[in-house]
Every structure is written in C-alpha cells, then in structure tokens.
C-alpha cells in the first residue's frame, strides 16, 4: 500500500507524525515530510490510524 498527501489540505500540526513516526515527520518549517510512502502489511494497522486521525483529510492509503 501507498500513501499520499494532499498538501494542500495539510496543516502541519502533526498528528500523523504521533500516530506514525515512522512514516511522518513534520519539520521546523511546520512541513510535513512523508518519510516512507509505502506501507508493509505491519505497518498498516498505526499508518490507518495516522490517516484517520488527520483532522483534514490530507492523507490517503490505497493499493
Ligand atoms: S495530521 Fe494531517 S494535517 Fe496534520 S500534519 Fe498530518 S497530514 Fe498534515
């Protein structure tokens, strides 16, 4: 699976980065750095939740 972002939706408060630290990252620029776009079937389970938890819908996962 993939992720993608919507940047322009994104506001860089970080609550995927917490849900998901290994994926997301956001910078001192308030940027938000997507550090891995593929997701193994481990990963999957915090990456959904980094997904769901974003409160604007900046990210998506899909095959
Ligand atoms: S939770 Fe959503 S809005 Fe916040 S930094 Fe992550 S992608 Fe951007």
Redesign the pocket.
């Known amino acids: 699976m993939k992720i993608t972002?919507d940047r322009a939706?994104?506001?860089?408060?970080?609550?995927?980065?917490s849900l998901a630290p290994c994926h997301?990252e956001?910078d001192d620029g308030g940027v938000?750095l997507v550090l891995k776009e593929t997701v193994s079937e481990s990963e999957r389970g915090e990456v959904e939740e980094?997904v769901a938890?974003?409160?604007?819908e900046?990210?998506r996962l899909a095959d």
């Not at 939706?9 to 980065?17: P, S």
């Not at 938890?53 to 604007?56: E, L, N």
């Open positions: 972002l939706k994104c506001t860089g408060l970080g609550i995927c980065e997301f956001v938000l980094a938890g974003c409160p604007t900046a990210l």
